[in-house]
Structures are given as structure tokens and as C-alpha cells.
């Protein structure tokens, strides 16, 4: 091992569970100002790379970029979170009018052009993943509120699943392409919908699992995957067999394991997390979590995981606290 590793050289020694130089970091945020055409979005992605020399880097698509094909508006505001303005399902019939979408026209031909940008513009010195959200996570989007989801999917499985069969052909097709555009893997995200809070287990079994597996199984071999868990309470034990490279999650939410205690739960894949989101990180001292990456640091050796944040960050963070993270990985 050279003194200093390449970020491909981190990565992959990580995955392997080998030692590195230091520990790999990453952290990710919206730019919605610049989310709404392919090119600002890729100059987003890139300008926040050069600025921190990521280890890798987590695509920050559209907020509502998976659901726009099928019928979700959205209003922007500038830097603010954008407005949903339109749902597609009001009733329980309209889940039977979903359609496949194309990948030639349209949301996601724009974010497919933004992934040939990206790689384009990193040249291939880190791994970038394009992140896809789980097929019962996109579902949950198209509807008024989470509630009147989950109450269809209760009292309405035939026409959810009929929904969720659309959206894992679509996806699958997608997460392809994305591949093909040059990036390493996907970060394939939950949402709201492996936890306690909004399933029971079984029902994310039976509603869940399936679609999952059915869109990951139907990849190419790649690199890095990720599967991130997200919110408390979440099922990482139930899930710490999907065929991913590694698991990411809010290591402090409540009722989740600790960052040791997942990497115990997934066995050889890495782990990565251990800093907190949302106002915790915002309004943190910038000592604090230097502090407390030291703290992770001593904790977790220098095998098998990676430094990040528990969820997407504010935008509004201040950047010396973006800043004291990737500081305090060297």
C-alpha cells in the first residue's frame, strides 16, 4: 500500500474490508437551485466534489425527479425545498394507470444526460452512484401524504402491486442506463418505508422485499452499491442480505444500531455513516464533530467502513461543518 491511496484505491480496499491510508469519507445535499436542467445539476455535482475531494460521490438527483413521469408536479423556489403542487393518485383506481415510462424523452432522459456529464467531468478518478429509490419509496411519493399510501396499500394490494410491478420495470431499465452512463453502482434508498414507524415487517416482506430484489437481481455485475435504510426504527437486520456492496443508515436515530453494531448485523460489507443529519449537523460546533469522528475513528478501526452522513444534510449547513468532517478523515 503506497502512503497515499487514489480514491479507487480507498474504495476498493474498504469494500474488501483491508486496511487504507485513511478513513473514506463522503457527504451529500440538494442544490435544488440548480437541480432543474441536466447541465446545472452536473456543475452542482461537480463544483461540490472539487470543492472537498470526496471519496465518492452520491448523485443528488431532482428532489421529485422519480415520480415526474408519472404525473407529480413540482414548484421551484430557488434554494428552498420546491412545493409539490399535483398528486397523480387520489383514488385507489388511478395506481391501475400507471405505464412504464421511456428512457428517451422526458425526467429521466435528463438525468441520464446529467450521468454522462458527471463522468465526464470526474474522468474517472472517483466512483460517482446515481441514487434510485426503492419501488414501494416511489410509490409513496404519488400520493397526498404517506397515510393515504399506506391506507391503498392495506386495503388495495391488487392495484398498489399492479403500480409497483410498473415502477420496478422502469427503474431496473433505468438503473441500467445509469450504469452505462459510466456510474459505479446505485444508492438505492428506502425512504420511509423499511422502518417500524409506517410498515410492519412482514409487510415490507411481502410489498417490499420483492420488487427489491426483482430490480437489484436484474443489474449488471457493478462495483458499489449502497443500500441506505433511512429514518428510525429502520429493518437494516431484515435487509442486511440484499445484494449490495454497502449498508448506509442513521447510525444515532432512534431505534437503529449503532455503526458498530450494523457492521456486525451486514458481516463482510461495509458500513458507512456515524454523522448526524438534518439540524444536528447544521447546528453542530465544527470541534464537536471533529471530536466525534475521532471518536468513530478509534472505535471502528481502519476496516470496512466509511465516514458519512446518517441522510442527505441541509443545505443551509454551514460549510465549516462540511468542512470539519472531511478535515477530521484525514
Known amino acids: 500500500m503506497s502512503d497515499r491511496m487514489t480514491h479507487w484505491e480507498r474504495i476498493r480496499a474498504t469494500l474488501k474490508g483491508q486496511a487504507t491510508d485513511r478513513t473514506p469519507v463522503s457527504m451529500w445535499r440538494h442544490f435544488y437551485e440548480k437541480e432543474t436542467t441536466p447541465e446545472s445539476l452536473a456543475e452542482a455535482m461537480l463544483g461540490f466534489q472539487s470543492r472537498f475531494d470526496w471519496d465518492f460521490m452520491k448523485v443528488n438527483p431532482r428532489a421529485s425527479y422519480h415520480v415526474e413521469g408519472w404525473g407529480v408536479k413540482v414548484a421551484y423556489h430557488g434554494s428552498e425545498h420546491p412545493k409539490v403542487t399535483q398528486y397523480p393518485i387520489k383514488d385507489p383506481a388511478d395506481w391501475m394507470k400507471l405505464e412504464v415510462l421511456p428512457l428517451n424523452s422526458g425526467v429521466l432522459k435528463e438525468h441520464l444526460d446529467s450521468l454522462e456529464l458527471i463522468a465526464g467531468g470526474l474522468k474517472g478518478q472517483a466512483p460517482f452512484l446515481m441514487t434510485i429509490f426503492t419501488p414501494l419509496a416511489i410509490a409513496g411519493r404519488m400520493t397526498p401524504s404517506e397515510d393515504v399510501f399506506v391506507q391503498h396499500l392495506r386495503e388495495h394490494a391488487d392495484k398498489v402491486k399492479h403500480a409497483l410491478d410498473v415502477i420496478t420495470e422502469t427503474f431496473a431499465h433505468f438503473a441500467r442506463a445509469s450504469l452505462e452512463r459510466g456510474a459505479s453502482g446505485l444508492y438505492y434508498a428506502t425512504t420511509s418505508f423499511a422502518t417500524s414507524d409506517r410498515l410492519t415487517l412482514e409487510e415490507h416482506r411481502t410489498l417490499g422485499r420483492p420488487y427489491d430484489l426483482r430490480l437489484l437481481n436484474a443489474l449488471p455485475p457493478a462495483e458499489f452499491h449502497i443500500l441506505h435504510v433511512c429514518r428510525d426504527n429502520s429493518f437494516l437486520a431484515a435487509l442486511a442480505d440484499y445484494p449490495v456492496h454497502a449498508f448506509s443508515w442513521d447510525a444515532g436515530g432512534r431505534g437503529n444500531p449503532s455503526l458498530a453494531e450494523g457492521k456486525t448485523l451486514v458481516g463482510n460489507r461495509a458500513v458507512i455513516g456515524g454523522i448526524p443529519y438534518q439540524k444536528d449537523f447544521a447546528e453542530a460546533n465544527p470541534q464537536t464533530l ?40 484525514n
Not at 292 to 303: I, T
Not at 307 to 323: A, I, K, S
Open 290 to 329: 471533529k471530536t466525534r469522528v475521532a471518536s468513530l475513528r478509534a472505535a471502528m478501526g481502519r476496516r470496512g467502513w466509511m465516514l458519512g452522513t446518517g441522510c442527505t444534510f441541509p443545505p443551509e449547513t454551514p460549510e465549516e461543518n462540511v468542512r470539519a468532517v472531511r478535515e477530521a478523515a
